[in-house]
Protein backbone atom coordinates (compact mmCIF):
# COMPACT_ATOMS: atom_id res chain seq x y z
CA UNK A 1 0.00 0.00 0.00
CA UNK A 2 1.19 3.20 -1.13
CA UNK A 3 1.29 5.73 2.15
CA UNK A 4 0.09 9.51 2.16
CA UNK A 5 1.60 11.87 0.03
CA UNK A 6 3.97 14.14 2.10
CA UNK A 7 5.87 15.81 -0.43
CA UNK A 8 5.51 18.44 -3.03
CA UNK A 9 4.53 16.11 -5.75
CA UNK A 10 1.26 15.71 -7.59
CA UNK A 11 1.56 11.80 -7.99
CA UNK A 12 2.46 9.13 -5.85
CA UNK A 13 4.15 5.95 -7.65
CA UNK A 14 2.46 5.96 -10.89
CA UNK A 15 -0.67 4.65 -9.16
CA UNK A 16 -3.07 2.29 -10.82
CA UNK A 17 -6.39 1.00 -10.38
CA UNK A 18 -8.90 -1.15 -11.80
CA UNK A 19 -12.59 -1.99 -10.68
CA UNK A 20 -15.73 -3.70 -12.38
CA UNK A 21 -19.34 -3.73 -10.97
CA UNK A 22 -22.49 -4.32 -11.99
CA UNK A 23 -24.27 -1.12 -13.29
CA UNK A 24 -26.29 -0.30 -10.27
CA UNK A 25 -26.95 2.92 -8.34
CA UNK A 26 -26.47 1.51 -5.26
CA UNK A 27 -22.92 0.63 -6.05
CA UNK A 28 -21.64 4.00 -7.25
CA UNK A 29 -21.25 5.53 -3.50
CA UNK A 30 -19.73 2.52 -2.63
CA UNK A 31 -17.12 2.85 -5.82
CA UNK A 32 -16.66 6.18 -5.43
CA UNK A 33 -16.19 5.94 -1.34
CA UNK A 34 -13.04 3.76 -2.86
CA UNK A 35 -11.51 5.21 -5.36
CA UNK A 36 -12.02 8.32 -3.28
CA UNK A 37 -9.77 6.34 -0.17
CA UNK A 38 -7.72 5.35 -2.68
CA UNK A 39 -7.06 8.98 -4.73
CA UNK A 40 -6.22 10.22 -1.12
CA UNK A 41 -3.78 8.13 -0.64
CA UNK A 42 -2.00 8.24 -4.17
CA UNK A 43 -2.84 12.04 -5.43
CA UNK A 44 -2.09 15.73 -4.19
CA UNK A 45 -5.56 17.31 -2.68
CA UNK A 46 -5.68 20.00 -5.97
CA UNK A 47 -5.63 16.94 -8.40
CA UNK A 48 -7.79 14.55 -6.28
CA UNK A 49 -10.47 17.00 -6.25
CA UNK A 50 -10.95 16.99 -9.88
CA UNK A 51 -10.22 13.28 -10.71
CA UNK A 52 -12.75 12.05 -7.79
CA UNK A 53 -15.35 14.65 -9.77
CA UNK A 54 -14.24 13.47 -13.21
CA UNK A 55 -14.66 9.35 -11.76
CA UNK A 56 -17.76 10.17 -10.42
CA UNK A 57 -19.78 12.14 -13.19
CA UNK A 58 -18.41 9.02 -15.61
CA UNK A 59 -19.71 6.42 -13.40
CA UNK A 60 -22.85 7.66 -13.09
CA UNK A 61 -23.62 8.46 -16.57
CA UNK A 62 -22.42 4.94 -17.05
CA UNK A 63 -25.23 3.63 -14.51
CA UNK A 64 -27.25 5.99 -15.34
CA UNK A 65 -27.40 5.89 -19.19
CA UNK A 66 -25.69 1.90 -19.86
CA UNK A 67 -26.92 -1.65 -20.13
CA UNK A 68 -25.46 -4.87 -19.35
CA UNK A 69 -24.77 -6.08 -22.95
CA UNK A 70 -22.86 -9.70 -23.73
CA UNK A 71 -19.59 -7.82 -24.59
CA UNK A 72 -19.99 -5.37 -21.23
CA UNK A 73 -21.80 -7.28 -18.55
CA UNK A 74 -19.94 -4.88 -16.11
CA UNK A 75 -19.15 -1.32 -15.66
CA UNK A 76 -15.19 -1.90 -16.14
CA UNK A 77 -13.71 1.67 -14.71
CA UNK A 78 -9.68 2.55 -14.60
CA UNK A 79 -7.31 5.45 -13.15
CA UNK A 80 -3.56 5.48 -13.95
CA UNK A 81 -1.60 8.43 -13.62
CA UNK A 82 2.46 9.57 -13.91
CA UNK A 83 4.46 12.63 -13.67
CA UNK A 84 2.66 13.89 -16.61
CA UNK A 85 -0.93 12.32 -17.36
CA UNK A 86 -3.98 11.25 -15.28
CA UNK A 87 -5.82 9.00 -17.35
CA UNK A 88 -9.42 7.27 -16.18
CA UNK A 89 -11.27 5.03 -18.54
CA UNK A 90 -15.06 4.09 -18.17
CA UNK A 91 -16.52 1.59 -20.01
CA UNK A 92 -19.84 0.16 -20.31
CA UNK A 93 -22.72 -1.45 -22.62
CA UNK A 94 -25.11 0.44 -24.47
CA UNK A 95 -28.10 -0.79 -26.74
CA UNK A 96 -29.19 2.73 -26.90
CA UNK A 97 -27.08 4.30 -29.94
CA UNK A 98 -29.06 7.66 -30.38
CA UNK A 99 -28.02 8.37 -26.51
CA UNK A 100 -24.18 7.55 -27.37
CA UNK A 101 -24.69 9.78 -30.91
CA UNK A 102 -25.94 12.30 -28.16
CA UNK A 103 -23.22 12.08 -25.98
CA UNK A 104 -20.77 12.11 -29.03
CA UNK A 105 -21.80 15.29 -29.52
CA UNK A 106 -21.60 16.93 -26.43
CA UNK A 107 -18.16 15.47 -25.81
CA UNK A 108 -17.11 17.02 -29.58
CA UNK A 109 -18.64 20.58 -28.69
CA UNK A 110 -16.99 20.95 -25.27
CA UNK A 111 -13.75 19.61 -25.91
CA UNK A 112 -13.57 21.40 -29.41
CA UNK A 113 -14.38 24.85 -28.11
CA UNK A 114 -11.91 27.64 -27.90
CA UNK A 115 -13.76 29.08 -24.95
CA UNK A 116 -14.44 26.00 -22.70
CA UNK A 117 -16.18 28.17 -20.00
CA UNK A 118 -18.43 29.95 -22.85
CA UNK A 119 -19.59 26.59 -24.11
CA UNK A 120 -20.14 25.10 -20.11
CA UNK A 121 -22.13 28.53 -19.23
CA UNK A 122 -23.94 28.03 -22.68
CA UNK A 123 -24.74 24.14 -22.02
CA UNK A 124 -26.36 26.31 -18.02
CA UNK A 125 -28.25 28.54 -19.96
CA UNK A 126 -29.81 26.24 -22.49
CA UNK A 127 -30.24 23.73 -19.59
CA UNK A 128 -32.32 26.51 -17.86
CA UNK A 129 -34.13 27.91 -20.60
CA UNK A 130 -35.16 24.03 -21.47
CA UNK A 131 -36.08 22.30 -18.42
CA UNK A 132 -37.44 19.18 -20.15
CA UNK A 133 -34.32 18.51 -21.68
CA UNK A 134 -31.50 15.69 -19.93
CA UNK A 135 -28.54 17.46 -18.52
CA UNK A 136 -25.16 16.11 -19.82
CA UNK A 137 -23.56 18.65 -17.77
CA UNK A 138 -20.73 16.38 -16.11
CA UNK A 139 -19.50 15.91 -19.18
CA UNK A 140 -18.92 20.02 -19.51
CA UNK A 141 -18.05 19.86 -15.38
CA UNK A 142 -15.34 17.34 -16.50
CA UNK A 143 -13.58 19.14 -18.94
CA UNK A 144 -14.41 22.71 -18.10
CA UNK A 145 -13.80 22.41 -14.45
CA UNK A 146 -11.40 19.31 -14.20
CA UNK A 147 -9.58 20.36 -16.98
CA UNK A 148 -9.98 17.16 -18.74
CA UNK A 149 -9.67 15.91 -22.79
CA UNK A 150 -12.50 13.61 -23.45
CA UNK A 151 -12.93 11.00 -26.12
CA UNK A 152 -15.62 8.62 -26.69
CA UNK A 153 -15.63 5.49 -28.71
CA UNK A 154 -18.73 3.12 -29.43
CA UNK A 155 -18.44 0.06 -31.23
CA UNK A 156 -20.48 -3.55 -30.79
CA UNK A 157 -22.61 -2.01 -28.21
CA UNK A 158 -19.99 -1.22 -25.62
CA UNK A 159 -19.01 2.75 -24.81
CA UNK A 160 -15.97 3.85 -23.55
CA UNK A 161 -15.16 7.18 -22.09
CA UNK A 162 -11.49 8.48 -21.48
CA UNK A 163 -10.71 11.13 -20.08
CA UNK A 164 -7.02 12.34 -19.69
CA UNK A 165 -5.64 15.36 -17.77
CA UNK A 166 -2.09 16.89 -17.99
CA UNK A 167 -0.51 17.13 -14.71
CA UNK A 168 1.57 20.16 -14.62
Known sequence: MVSVMTTGTAIQRNPHVEVGFSPTIALISVVRAFV?????????????????MATHE????????????RAAPQIHFAMSANS??????VVNGSTKSEQIEELE???HEITG??????????RLRELASHPDQSGKLGIY????????????????QVVTVRAKRVVE
Open 105 to 107: RHV
Open 36 to 52: SDFYARVLSSDVREMVS
Open 58 to 69: LLENAVKYGDAV
Open 84 to 89: KLIEIT
Open 141 to 156: RIVFEGEFDLDVAFAD
Open 113 to 122: AQDRAAAYFG
